[in-house]
């Protein structure tokens, strides 16, 4: 993922046609794990970005809306980029990045309106750009908003720059401070729906969508570093969410290899962990490293996600046992729901990450990938 020049800059979007400006200022951030998420059907998914953010994609990673270099009737980005690429402030990089930020913070954007594909409840940019400039009408993004989509505005890569606005910014946090500002992600949520009872909005608990696809990058991880051989995890929640999936698609035979918890706060992780969980910085993506050297396999988890692993925020039991709690209390402080199904790993971001790992091409991989369709029917993804 490119990053900014030392200590990073506040930026704004500029089109690459007339360089009118497309954004509020904005400060980059990792790539979210479910940017591309698409979950459930007719769900009510909220926005992807916090504002004043974006997140980069670079193209080996893309799997986000195709970007055609000419669109019919509207100038052609490419005859324009090198135009402006040179001019002051800009910078490199953007040509071949996707980048994503919230709807809110476009500016000077119109929709296209012959663009307006989608499902049912919005857009889903499979038209390509849908969004243009309003002042030269070259189309530079597209809005996505459909249902069981993650609602965001993807520039188009040929089509807007990057220009630092003002000095370089503060360097990102220290781990230390970003793992005390962060806040957990619950691991289970209410989701919205449409199609209810009476045939409008409806509500129930189910495992958090962040978590499904948080579980299927790191899931990709953990069998690409297996080499087919069977793995454990840590009792408890993380044995909820990977251990069922590990023992589907693993092998038994020959011993195990064991993974544990690791990252800031925690004791170091013991030598004889042949694989780490750790967390990646939410500004850099960076994956967290121990101090000393090992040769443990490091696993990327999203911060938020991590921290509920790590230090498990407390929570009443879903079906308390009679007379543990009065029932005054119980009213005043309901039981914490729970979903009505196993952790299930969401298939679509396992298969991407996968695919991108060394070692997919091993045939035993390959197996996995090709009977995907049946490990969901089955519930296990």
């Known amino acids: 993922m490119p990053s900014f020049p030392a200590g990073g800059y506040v930026i704004v979007f500029v089109c690459a046609g007339c360089g009118a400006e497309l954004t509020a200022p904005l400060s980059q951030v990792a790539l ?17 970005m916090e504002p004043g953010t974006f997140a980069v994609e670079s193209e080996s990673e893309s799997w986000g809306p195709s970007w055609p270099s000419r669109e019919k009737g509207a100038p052609d980005a490419a ?21 994503v930020i919230a709807p809110g913070d476009t500016r000077g954007t119109v929709l296209i309106p012959e663009k307006s594909s989608g499902h049912c409840c919005g ?3 499979a038209d390509g750009p849908n969004m243009a400039c309003e002042a030269c009408g070259l189309p530079v993004a597209s809005r996505i908003d459909d249902c069981s989509l993650w609602q965001a505005v993807w520039l188009a890569p040929n089509a807007v720059h990057r220009q630092a606005v003002g000095d370089p910014g503060p360097t990102p946090l220290p781990w230390a401070d970003a793992t005390a500002t962060a806040v957990g992600t619950p691991p289970y949520e209410p989701i919205t729906s449409w199609g209810g009872p009476g045939f409008g909005l409806y509500h129930w608990w189910s495992w958090s969508p962040r978590w499904e696809a948080a579980a299927g990058r790191a899931l990709a ?3 690409a570093a297996s080499g087919g051989r069977s793995v454990s995890v840590p009792h408890g929640l993380t044995a909820d969410v990977f251990q069922r999936a590990l023992d589907a698609l693993l092998s038994t035979d020959g011993p195990t290899l ?21 967390p ?14 090992t040769s443990a396999y490091l696993v ?13 925020e407390p929570h009443l039991p879903a079906d308390p046992p009679p007379q543990v709690l009065p029932v005054e209390l119980l009213r005043d402080d309901p039981p914490s729901p729970r979903p009505g199904h196993l952790f299930r790993i969401d298939a679509g971001v396992f298969r991407h990450t996968l695919l991108r790992l060394p070692t997919a091409c091993d045939p035993w991989l390959r197996e996995v990938l090709e009977n995907l369709p049946t490990y969901v029917r089955t519930g296990l993804f």
């Open 32 to 48: 979210p794990a479910h940017a591309h998420q698409t979950y459930g059907n007719g769900v009510q998914l909220p926005v992807l």
């Open 79 to 99: 005859d324009v980029i090198s135009t402006h690429a040179s001019a002051d402030g800009l910078l490199p990089g953007d040509v071949t990045d996707s980048f």
């Open 258 to 278: 064991h993974a544990a918890l690791a990252g800031p706060d925690l004791p170091a992780p013991d030598t004889d962990a042949d694989l780490l969980l750790v």
């Open 280 to 293: 990646e910085h939410p500004q850099t993506g960076e994956t967290w490293a121990p101090a000393r050297d």
């Open 123 to 125: 857009l889903d940019g």
């Open 300 to 312: 990327p988890l999203p911060l938020g996600v991590w921290l509920w692993l790590a230090f498990p």
């Open 221 to 223: 991880h953990l069998l």
